[in-house]
């Protein structure tokens, strides 16, 4: 046993070596980053695809069904199309934890959280703050309740400042329309949209890092305090929790998010659906 153990401390201390670089384990970071950012389009715009034509097809045989007024239209457009804007996005955001629980689980993000450990201290955070930064990638709410494990109010109330600057869930969806938008899709344009889809990502969090700089000098001054963090050893990660975490994540989306984009897209719905203009149906009934 003392033996396997000292064979597994031996070869987590030779990865952690290549890890903890300061340049190399940061440049293999945020490539990994990219690398997880290109995949949510690569891989899941043919999920996305199959989703749009099964609401495409929904929609034209609830129609088929219904005699044509209010109620249809409000039946396809407003709640079926409202429907189908959030759960196009599903596939985006179960990759995007996917990854996240694989290097929660496998002992890598406690690496990551040392590695910007070095960078946070300059900024004025502390090397904890990482991970509730982190978790501000999924949803602000826990990721301010993560907070709770800091030690000193100051260091605290900093971090829940700029947590929500952080890129949560819910605004993947946007920022999946904005990149549409701008670079149509297509199979040369994947790697330029997992770029810009990136560089999003990447935006939001120098401008939480840029606000933890500023508010630590101003509003929050303290002194520094050592960073103290486990470090497992690397191991696989185990299904069971990977799933335990998809399933949370997606069952918040849907309940959070999910119901505001429904309720924004019934609403727009009836605001474009109404005042209704009757000189056509005038006309025909003169003819």
């Known amino acids: ?37 290109q995949s949510l389009f690569a891989w899941a715009d043919p999920i996305i695809g199959q989703i749009e034509a099964l609401f495409g097809w929904l929609s034209v045989h609830t129609r088929a069904l219904l005699p044509a007024g209010v109620f249809a239209d409000f039946l396809v457009d407003g709640v079926i ?5 959030f759960v196009g996005f599903l596939p985006q955001i179960v990759l995007l934890f996917l990854f996240i629980g694989l290097m929660e689980d496998t002992g ?3 690496r990551v959280a040392v590695l910007m450990d070095r960078i946070m201290k300059s900024l004025g955070l502390h090397g904890r703050a990482f991970v509730p930064l982190i978790s501000g990638y999924a949803c602000a709410v826990p990721a301010i309740m993560a907070t709770r494990t800091m030690e000193r109010r100051r260091d605290r109330m900093l971090t829940m400042m700029v947590v929500p600057l952080m890129t949560c869930a819910a605004r993947l969806p946007v920022y999946g329309l904005l990149i549409a938008a ?8 994947r ?60 069952r ?36």
């Open 108 to 110: 890598y993000m406690a």
């Open 81 to 85: 199309g409202g429907v189908g804007a």
């Open 191 to 250: 790697f330029t949209q997992g770029l810009l889809m990136a560089a999003m990502y990447l935006l939001g969090t120098v401008m939480a890092l840029l606000a933890a700089f500023v508010l630590s000098r101003t509003l929050f001054k303290g002194p520094r305090i050592p960073f103290l963090i486990e470090m497992p050893t690397y191991r696989l990660p185990h299904p069971r929790s990977i799933l335990r975490l998809l399933a949370e994540q997606v």
């Open 252 to 287: 918040g989306f849907l309940t959070t998010a999910g119901s505001i984009i429904l309720i924004a897209s019934m609403v727009l719905w009836a605001l474009l659906y109404f005042p209704r203009d009757a000189a056509p149906d005038a006309e025909l009934q003169a003819e």
């Open 1 to 37: 046993f003392l033996t396997d153990l000292r064979r597994i401390k031996s070869v987590t201390d030779r990865i952690d070596r290549l890890l903890l670089q300061p340049v190399l384990g940061f440049a293999i970071f945020l490539g990994l980053m990219i690398v997880v950012f």
């Open 182 to 189: 701008i670079v149509p899709p297509g199979s040369s344009s």
